[in-house]
């Protein structure tokens, strides 16, 4: 080996010359021969027991490091400030975000850079040596195009990031918004508490899902990591929330996504620099309320445009007529309940949450994303109700008339197809229930309160349960009759909130002799207190002994009218359920006395048996009314009305204490407006005194619609009338024909009468054989003419006047209708309908042997028409009128019908 060695020669460039593979060949067969030769000081190892070796003592060395290194926070906190000693003071400024939020850190100023700083440390025999190593953060990238796509790979030497850890967190705070009280971090020797005040519903599957969408917003805000990742701790912080940490990126070509994960779930965005917008999900488990963080994220995350920016959008936007935005920051927002809560139907554990899937706020205002304007004007809780009032706009609404006068629009004007100049709606939600809108309340009100005060003949003391808006007592106080208003309600805050926020409700001042606010007229008594309570205290079968002796001193009222503006049968199961109350309800009402009550949306023909479907609790009130003993001559009315703003039309219900009420409910549309001009009082303005309700309107709440009909013959058991809804159409029609007697099923003959020279009799007799149930004469039937009691009435004083001439007409008319009319077989009602075709040419006979045609409409098996139907006052003219074959008619029989027939 030394010779092979010492043979090389170097050049005077240093470099080897000579036969490199022979001097590895030398040095190769000299090592051989050496090996051969001399004995080994070296062993052959397995490489594989080499590396199970390699493997164990990376393993044991690993486990000593866990078990010695510190487990305290203090520790860490310590050596990170001693590492971060060296490093600049903006790093140290950002770096503290890992124990509490830097209240210098503000969204509007990007003056802070983060700074990523490194420290080792190393000991060696000759002394210890410290390095630290200083990484500026990359520069924020220029503005440019935006992508709608993501773009290219991010490889990690482009990417621009901060990942941040906030180290012990604590349970969310109950923060309200800004002013929310932040609870400092417990010791860092110590545990987090478990917190066993909190709300059991904090551990169920479920949360709060808020989506904020934000326009028009700066550019340079948006692109600036920094400023958006101070932004979302704010934010934070100030919903009471805890972050346990966050991880931002820097896109290409611009833009930035962050997320942050908190104690409670998540935050998380997405910037489009260019356009202006931001988008913002948070989301968090637990019953603290997200609502009030909103304002906050529009504060925070909504920067408005610098001027220069300002600037250059007007340039980009210049010329475009299609864009109607006028550049100001603008928000989308949406909430919603999220995730499974306990047994309850309504999602809760205790109560209805209002804002549940079942709520009218939720599915109205608050889960609605695309709104205009989205505004809350009252949100809290008496010690009855929670109260909640908005101001909501879609982008689809229009102007409405009023707007129109106001902004002087004229044919042509493009704002008549957007909502720039439309005035916002203000709903009222009471527990999460709508309750009014500003737009439609007195389409609403007129509909609940004029169709039962019009059908009391002269109302004077009216009793209203709730009504804390005030536009019940307005409806009721344009009746000139009235005399008396005695306002039950629960809740005062009700009446305050109503009286500041909407004062529309209670405005009285154009009505003549009625107080500027309906509250303060002096025929108005309001008591606060519970309705159930106090009616069952004066009129309930069980009332005290102390009060029922001191009604007995008093002059005990009684109601002409009562109004439920509560809610409805559904939302008040223990008012409306309660048959105590119902009971002391009627016994209230004087003997001609009505209830007006609301009831809801309408049914659908698809609903399913009431007593089995969400509508069961008013299946039940309404059951109770109808079996109630002092209801047993009275009716109840169903109605709906499409007008109220509602998705659904609006049912209501008036009730009777007698069934006198059904010629008032049933009158003619000119009655009722003639009744109208009477009774109700004059405005200062000489505009109608009435909006929505008139005859022709209440003409339309006579027949209830079809589904009502439906959901009540799917009752258990199937009311008797539900069998005559329609003509048997397997059954068959026998007609007359006068002008083609040998199409006509019938001969009509005409005789003189044995004896009596000048008197004729008309006999009817079948030309064919007409089975059993077959239906006779039905078009002549229905054209009878009907006539109500007060014409008839009417008609007779005037035969009774002297010197006014000839007046046999009337009076053989008068003849006519008492011998061909009949009264229709509806309860109360003063109407008679009078055969005017061949019908009236049938014979009449008291024998029952040779009678063989009758009523199509049996009489009802109790002898008296029900209470509550929706058939009869639906059919009733059908069944007035047909006729049927009593029994089988063969060809050439007389057709007989009984002398009571009805």
Known sequence: MASSSSSSETNGNGNTNGNTNGAAATATTTTTATTATTPSNTYAVDIRYFLVMLLSAMSVFFTIGVLTAPTSPAMYSNNKSNSNSNSNSNSNAYNNIHFSIDSTLT?????????????????????????????????????????????????????NEHHVNFEQPSYEDLGTGEGAVQHPHPPNNKTIPSDSNSNSNQHLPAGQHLLVDIKNVSPS??????????????????????????????????????????????ISFHTWPEEGVITLDLFTCGENPLLPVVPKL????????????????????????????????????????????????????????????????????????????????????????????????????????????????????????????????????????????????????????????????????????????GATIREVLKHNTVEKIVVIELDELMIEIAREHLPYMSNCTDIVDVADNCFDDERVELIIEDAKKWFLERYGDEAETETTAKAETEEAIKFDVIILDAFEPQNNRGMHNNPQFINALVKSLSDDGTVAIPLGEGHTIHDPRASLSSYAPR??????????????????????????????????????????????WYAEAMVLDYDINMRMRETKSHKPILMHFDGATQHSFQIPPRAWEEVYCR????????????????????????????????????????????????????????????????????????????????????????????????????????????????????????????????????????????????????????????????????????????????????????????
Not at 126 to 151: M, N, W
Not at 807 to 836: P, Q
């Open 619 to 664: 299946e039940k009130f309404m059951q109770l009314l109808e079996q109630n003993d002092q209801m047993q001559n009275g009716a109840m009315f169903v109605y709906e009305e499409a007008h109220t703003g509602y998705d659904v039309p609006s049912a209501f219900l008036t009730v009777c204490k007698s069934s006198t009420c059904r010629d008032l």
């Open 221 to 266: 805000f948006l692109n600036s990591e920094h400023r958006l990742a101070t932004a979302m701790v704010s934010s934070v912080r100030s919903a009471g929330l805890t972050i346990l940490s966050y991880h931002c990126h820097s896109l290409i070509p611009s833009g930035v996504s962050c997320v942050g994960v908190l104690l409670e779930s998540h």
């Open 298 to 469: 529009e504060e925070l995350f909504g920067v408005p445009r610098s001027d220069e920016e300002e600037e250059v959008w007007k340039r980009n936007n210049e010329g475009d007529d299609s864009n109607d935005d006028d550049g100001k920051v603008f928000t989308l927002w949406s909430h919603e309940l999220r995730g499974f809560r306990h047994s309850d139907p309504y999602g809760s554990t205790s109560k209805a949450n209002y804002l549940d899937s079942k709520s009218d706020l939720a599915s109205w205002v608050i889960t609605p994303l695309d709104m205009k304007v989205k505004k809350e004007v009252v949100a809290t809780n008496s010690e009855f109700h929670r109260i909640d009032i908005w101001e909501v706009l879609g982008h689809e609404d229009g102007p409405s008339y009023e707007d129109a006068l106001k902004f002087n629009l004229t044919e042509g004007d493009p704002r008549w197809l957007t909502a720039e100049i439309a005035s916002p709606n203000r709903i009222l939600f009471i527990n999460g229930s709508l309750q009014s809108m500003k737009d439609h309340e007195k389409e609403y009100h007129e509909s609940l309160v004029q169709p039962a005060m019009f059908t009391h003949p002269n109302p004077k003391t009216v009793a209203i349960i709730g009504g804390g808006e």
């Open 107 to 159: 969204p509007e100023s990007d003056s802070s850079k983060a700074t990523s700083t490194t420290t080792t440390s190393s000991e060696s025999k000759s002394g210890s040596t410290t390095t630290t190593t200083t990484t500026p953060t990359p520069q924020r990238r220029a503005q440019s195009k935006h992508s709608t796509e993501i773009g290219p790979k991010i490889v990690s030497g482009d990417l």
């Open 715 to 902: 009752r258990d058991p199937r009311p008797f009338e539900c069998d005559y809804r329609g003509l048997d159409l397997t059954k068959e029609l026998f007609e007359v024909d006068m002008e083609d007697e040998e199409q006509s099923s019938f001969e009509i003959v005409v005789e003189n009468v044995e004896g009596d020279e000048g008197v004729e009799v008309t006999s009817v007799y079948a030309k064919k054989d007409m089975p059993k149930g077959s239906y006779i004469m039905p078009s002549d039937l229905a054209a009878s003419f009907t006539i109500a009691e007060y014409t008839h009435e009417s008609l007779k004083a005037n035969t009774d006047i002297k010197n006014t001439g000839d007046v046999s007409v009337i009076e053989n008319f008068l003849a006519y209708v008492e011998k061909h009319g009949h009264k229709t077989m509806s309860d109360g009602r003063k109407l008679s309908y009078v055969e005017v075709g061949a019908s009236f040419m049938i014979r009449r006979s008291s024998d029952m042997d040779e009678v063989n045609v009758g009523r199509w409409m049996p009489e009802y098996p109790t002898g008296k028409q029900p209470v509550y139907s929706p058939v009869y006052d639906r059919h009733m003219v059908s069944f007035d009128l047909f006729l049927v074959a009593s029994k089988d008619i063969k060809k050439g029989d007389e057709i007989v019908k009984p002398e009571n027939l009805w």
